[in-house]
């Protein structure tokens, strides 16, 4: 049972759950929709083209603009502030993942112009992603939840997510095709938009300009406020000077690329190949997103109490190459099904601790600049991911892809961990967050490897 204290002008006090609730419902039914295209739209073009090189190219004018706005977005989320960024952007996914399957219905749908509208996707939903995100601690405050509680919630959120929309996706382009689930895509992200601008309280997600200065002069306010390139740069200076923040973009960058290649192309090819058709994507995501959940939920209980650099990598070989190797073997389905389970657990522990380090290493001021930093470097090589592993499998065929993919993903994971810096994310758990988290704010970088 919680309490909520109504605050000045009728605004929930801190021991409010109204606006966490709000902001992990947003994430909720967004990340379920885009986890429901991520089955329809590759299924759609490979059935239709039977390219896994244009299959790719899909992915790649989705992701690159995706990347390159959320790179760009986070001084202008911090200035114009995260909830009027949420819910405009959303409403703006919404109109242009509807406009897929009424050009196809219309039958306009040509394959520049589906390149043209993913991209449009694309560029909206990264600052939207980021604006539900850059809420999580001031929801987290309001509702006096520890910040690595509420990073736990929100990494068993997007492992929900990734729970039901692949099982939605491929049942619904099994029985009634891919251009439903692209309907359901934009009424999630409407559904997103509501939630944001209507369910969530006043006073919710404003700017965060004049946080870091203490003052309300307006004169003050005047000659300290920063300029958009002033605070791209102050973002960039800081994030240059974390060297484990750095180690940890690069890495996960890395993995990205591989996941993304892994998703988008991998296994729908493996799914066409071997007969087991779309609903096989749909029932393997769902099986890796459902005991994801549970490494979530664990991680969101106890993750005070972890020995994070352990928990960190040994969650990462679980959920790396086993998937690629499996479907290399051309194991049975129970097989298959049993490693994703094995691989989504251990994928559950590594956002919730990778988001409590990163809580206690950013300020709250350069939560957006910052996030949006981190996000894009460790996103860069996520539209290159099903380009470049398309032309591979079109070049040498899937086995030889998903073992170089697995072997890549093994020593990506384990090298890394080799590096002194990392040391600094178990000393991480040792301050008092009493003190500490309060001015502190979640950092950049995202793991997917489900997404």
Known sequence: MTTD????????????LRPLTGVLAAMAVSLTGTRVSAVALPWFVLVTTGSATQTGLVAFCELTP???????????????????????????????????????????????????LVALIGAVRGPGDLAKTVMVPEAADRGGVPLERAAGLAGVTERLASTVGPAVGGSLVGLLGPMTGLVVNAGC??????????????????????????????????????????RFGEGFAFLRGELLLLTVIVMVGITNLLDAGFNTVLMPVWAKESGHGPAAIGLMG????????????????????????????????????????VLASGAPMGVVLAVFAVSGFGSG???????????????????????????????????????????????????????AGGAAYFLTTNLAGLRPEWREMDRARGRDSSTSLPEKAVGATSTHPTA
């Open 286 to 325: 769902s099986v890796m997103g459902a005991t994801a959940v549970a490494g979530s939920l664990i991680a969101a209980v106890a993750a005070h109490r972890l020995r994070r650099r352990m928990v960190f990598f040994t969650g990462f070989l679980l959920a790396g190459a086993p998937r690629f190797l």
């Open 66 to 116: 995706y990347v390159a706005a959320k790179a760009f977005a986070g001084p202008l989320v911090d200035r114009i502030g995260p909830r009027t960024v949420s819910w405009s952007t959303d409403l703006a996914s919404a109109t242009a993942a509807a406009a897929v399957p009424l050009f196809h219905t219309l039958d306009l749908l040509s394959f520049p112009l589906l390149l043209v």
């Open 349 to 403: 522990f590594l956002n919730p601790v990778l988001g409590a380090v990163l809580f206690e290493r950013v300020p709250r001021h350069m939560l957006g600049r910052v996030n949006a930093l981190g996000d894009s470097l460790a996103w860069a090589g996520i539209p290159l991911g099903g380009l470049i592993t398309g032309a591979a499998v079109a070049a040498v065929g899937l086995s030889p892809v998903l073992l």
């Open 189 to 230: 992200f409407a559904l997103g938009s509501l939630v944001i601008g209507v369910a969530l309280p006043r006073g919710m997600g404003h700017a965060a300009e004049g946080a870091a200065s203490g003052t309300d002069g307006t004169e003050e306010k005047e000659r300290t406020e920063p300029g958009y390139w002033q």
């Open 5 to 16: 204290v109504p605050a000045a002008g009728g605004i929930p006090g801190p021991r409010s």
